[in-house]
């Protein structure tokens, strides 16, 4: 097929972006024709609440990526529908995370698609927010009506998704990330991050936000801290809230907390996941978590709350514990984690568990919902 990928791609980082890169790579080892376009401008700095949207590593040689997309732009939306309206791709591949995007995706797929031939199919994140506002909704159906067909990953944006399109959708579990490496080993790992190697770690990773629940974690901290003299918490990555309302419990918690608040690069990923015992995500609220597919990769067991798609992900007692978003929940299964032979159990579970998550399988599915559109 002719098939352009609309979304984040270098030079734009994280977890989108990788994604996006994936799947291209994927379609043209199955011999597809393969563009990407991504953002000339993805958010106005006023609205971005970290440091850098962008980092500085080489372009991937192995991907046509143009910088063509303003989100902030109508002209540019316009400009570029009649573009790929001209160009005719087979499938137009994009990536759905939040309802700011829809003004911009919505009339570039409106446009495109009166070429009678191009049809849209989203992967897609998330339908309602975690931060919600007045125009998410209609600017939800505007872009969500604009679309051939979906690939979700949890029940829960399935069911939101379904309020807004009666358009095909098929479920696939978030494919495992194989794009920060191998596991090292774990004298190297403390070594690299200047750790301790006689103490153990659980880790803290990601983009720091309210709904990630990182108060909660660290209000457990206090009480396993008072336990484990041997225990450390890292938490690593940057903030994107105010972090004032974190420090008075850091500065309680004194060295237990090893704080890195800032963008992880890529390839220091390895590290804090080889080092870890287990990745604990506190979460209030969730679709689905690109971080659970990080510690797939590396075999690192999980403790995730109870909240949207993370029980699919993680099997309770199998590869990890899934507890209730309290305080108490998430120090009972770090204590039951320390119990017994269950990390050890759990890792050797992940290695089965973690065969399910393919970006094969996940290219296969979009397929599949493009050709039943296009029947």
Known sequence: MKIVVLGPAHPYRGGLASIMETMSREYQQRGDEVKIYTFSLQYPSFLFPGKSQTDDKPAPKDLHIERVMNTCNPLNWIRLGLRLRRERPDM???????????????????IARTNGHTKFICQIDNVEPHEHHIIDKPFNHYYLGAVDGFVYMSEQVHGELQRYSSAPALFSPHPMF????????????CRRLGLDSNLQYLLFFGLVREYKGLDILLDAWMAISRKR???????????????????????SLGGKVILHDRFIADSDVK????????LVLPYRTATQSGVTQIAYNFCT???????????????????GYVCPPTVDG???SIEQLYQGDNLDRFRRNIVQERKRFSWSAMCDKIVEVYKREAV
């Open 301 to 319: 067991p999980m403790i995730v709350t109870d909240v949207g798609g993370l029980p699919e992900i993680v099997p309770d007692d199998k590869v």
């Open 178 to 189: 194989s794009n920060f490496g191998s596991r090292v080993e774990r004298e190297e790992a």
């Open 92 to 110: 137009v591949l994009m990536k759905y995370w939040t309802p700011f995007m829809a003004p911009c995706f919505g009339t570039i797929a409106r």
């Open 271 to 278: 590290y804090y996941f080889s080092v870890a015992d287990a």
């Open 330 to 332: 998430v120090i009972d």
């Open 229 to 251: 003299d041997d225990l450390r918490l890292i938490v690593a990555g940057e903030f994107y809230e105010d972090k004032e309302k974190y420090e008075a419990m850091l500065e």
